[in-house]
Nanobody
């Protein structure tokens, strides 16, 4: 069982930065690959990116490549999403998710545990 709690969301201006954190409970965090997803009003939940359980490999959806960075600190049971050059279209609720195993997945269906989400709003 893994419990995830996101933090760090808020209101930021166009071009600004935010860093989201996702703190996990339990002693087996390093057994889980992690994903970040987002859901805008009226839209489905979409992948932002993922990171392998050891942090060696990351994935980003095209719309955030070069602007967002995912990292993790297994000693602190935490995964991060650094978001730079934010745009109004990045406005959404952001979720972290965990799946047991080495590799991330791009579909919500492959993640067993989810955080409650944190709101990110980018003003134009």
């Amino acid at each position: 069982q893994v419990q995830l709690v996101e933090s760090g969301g808020g209101l930021v201006q166009n071009g600004g930065s935010l860093r989201l954190s996702c703190a996990a409970s339990g002693r087996t965090f390093s057994s889980y690959a992690m994903g970040w997803f987002r859901q805008a009003p009226g839209k489905g939940r979409e992948i932002v990116g993922g990171i392998t359980r050891g942090g060696e490999s990351t994935y980003y959806t095209d719309s955030v490549k070069g602007r967002f960075t995912i990292s993790r600190d297994n000693a602190k049971n935490t995964v991060y999403l650094q978001m730079n050059s934010l745009k109004p279209e990045d406005t959404a609720v952001y979720y972290c998710a965990a799946r047991l195993g080495s590799w991330y997945a791009t579909s919500v269906n492959f993640y067993s545990y989810w955080g409650q989400g944190t709101q990110v709003t980018v003003s134009s």
